[in-house]
């Protein structure tokens, strides 16, 4: 998004309803954008996405309508998110390998855990992966990122991007999903196997909307160890919940 354009929206925002909207609820950009950021790969600026965030809240105070029924927190929100969606577009979402080596953790933690009947350790998984503990603690690290649900894992022909679909709001999508009751209640139960530091990370994130850093915090370890928790929490739930994700 250009300075010209940015600068263009603010002006019209000035003097009216819509200046003191966005001056309320800037804060809220920048809660999203940190909220983002575990799923997004490290290189991804912070910064920036604040940057689109605060376009998209602009946007949001031009175009609300008080009277749809909606609360204006709700609506920017949507338009924040969708602000910062449409600048990752044509970034790189996850490399590849990352997505290999995250699908190859996937299936090791399905088998120990199959045999073992319990949550397997890391030290387990990266033994029955042959490698060194520290390096699969990186290869977690590297998967900063990746999501319980990919949209690729609803695609039909592979050729659909993630972050398109997503901006676009289409109908098939994991959204979709996590309405099913059937699917949550699988979720739910497989949250409620996850070790307890995990499960309280999950917690922490997703419905108390804490940060990285403030979950380090709470968990007493580096902002670096929450991103390889999350994976590895997500690894876990994306293995007992294959049967939904094809």
């Known amino acids: 998004m250009s300075a010209h354009r940015a600068l263009s929206l603010y002006r019209r925002t000035q003097n009216s309803s819509e200046d003191l909207r966005?001056?309320?609820?800037?804060?809220?950009?920048?809660?999203?954008?940190?909220?983002?950021?575990?799923?997004l790969p490290a290189s991804v600026?912070?910064?920036?996405?604040?940057?689109?965030?605060?376009?998209?809240?602009?946007?949001?105070?031009?175009?609300?309508?008080?009277?749809?029924?909606?609360?204006?927190?709700?609506?920017?929100?949507?338009?924040?998110?969708?602000?910062?969606?449409?600048?990752?577009?044509?970034?790189?979402?996850?490399?590849?390998?990352?997505?290999?080596?995250?699908?190859?953790?996937?299936?090791?933690?399905?088998?120990?855990?199959?045999?073992?009947?319990?949550?397997?350790?890391?030290?387990?998984?990266?033994?029955k992966?042959?490698?060194?503990?520290?390096?699969?603690?990186?290869?977690?690290?590297?998967?900063?990122?990746?999501?319980?649900?990919?949209?690729?894992?609803?695609?039909q022909d592979g050729d659909n991007d993630q972050l398109d679909q997503y901006a676009a709001d289409t109908h098939n999508n994991p959204a979709q999903v996590l309405t099913d009751a059937h699917f949550r209640d699988q979720l739910i139960a497989g949250i409620a196997l996850l070790p307890e530091r995990e499960k309280l990370l999950m917690a922490l994130y997703y419905d108390e909307e804490l940060n990285l850093k403030e979950?380090?915090?709470?968990?007493?370890?580096?902002e670096s160890r929450v991103c390889q928790l999350h994976s590895q929490a997500i690894a876990r739930l994306r293995g007992k919940l294959k049967d939904w994700l094809g």
């Open 45 to 127: 600026d912070v910064d920036d996405l604040i940057q689109v965030g605060l376009i998209g809240l602009m946007e949001a105070a031009r175009n609300f309508d008080p009277d749809a029924g909606v609360q204006f927190e709700t609506f920017a929100s949507q338009r924040i998110r969708g602000a910062m969606l449409d600048e990752l577009r044509n970034a790189d979402w996850l490399p590849r390998q990352a997505r290999r080596n995250m699908r190859e953790i996937e299936r090791a933690t399905v088998q120990l855990e199959q045999v073992l009947g319990r949550a397997a350790l890391e030290s387990e998984i990266a033994q």
């Open 22 to 39: 966005v001056e309320k609820h800037a804060p809220l950009v920048r809660k999203i954008a940190y909220h983002m950021m575990s799923r």
């Open 129 to 155: 992966m042959n490698l060194p503990l520290t390096e699969y603690q990186d290869m977690l690290g590297d998967a900063r990122g990746h999501q319980l649900l990919h949209y690729e894992d609803f695609e």
């Open 215 to 222: 979950i380090g915090a709470v968990l007493g370890v580096s």
